[in-house]
């Protein structure tokens, strides 16, 4: 009874967070994430931030290939499990912070990394375009920023932009 009445729990949280930032939580696809690592020439050793880091996924993979890795999630539940998960699979280039996407600072990251809506891209294309330094690539899922061009596309699904 406790297990049920703890993942009903949880259950809410989740949907509580989704409706309250407008942002639902939708995991990437972890084969399609492991190619994207693939394919795509990081640097290792280059910062990496995951804005909507989820349950950490994207943040792990970039760890593992070797980038010092960020991931900020505003919902407590994802957040708690990103740790869970680096406590558990030990991976200390992982890095997760509970803070919303809004008030992160850009200015160091080699890589930002977005898989969020149209809408929620919109409202912080100003911030990632003005804020992350010059060179840094920003690789955005699925969803494209509305008054931006893309640099290169890859996968069929990772759209590629610069700053500068």
Do not use: H
């Amino acid at each position: 009874m406790f297990l049920i009445t703890l993942i009903t729990f949880i259950g809410y949280l989740l949907i509580f967070y989704e409706i309250k930032y407008k942002i639902p939580y939708v995991p990437s696809d972890k084969k399609l994430i492991k190619k994207l690592f693939r394919v795509y020439p990081f640097e290792k050793g280059k910062i990496f931030i995951d804005l909507g880091s989820g349950d950490g996924l994207v943040v792990f993979e970039a760890a593992k290939n070797g980038l010092i890795a960020y991931g900020y999630e505003i919902n407590p539940v994802l957040y708690y499990f990103s740790l869970l998960k680096k406590k558990i699979f030990k991976i200390e280039k992982a890095n997760f912070f509970r803070k919303d996407l809004k008030s992160v600072n850009l200015k160091d990251a080699d890589y930002i990394y977005l898989y969020l809506l149209p809408k929620t891209l919109a409202e912080i294309e100003n911030k990632i375009f003005s804020e992350g330094k010059k060179e840094s690539k920003v690789i955005c899922l699925d969803f494209r920023f509305p008054n931006k061009n893309f640099k290169e596309k890859i996968l069929d699904r990772f759209y590629i932009y610069e700053i500068w």
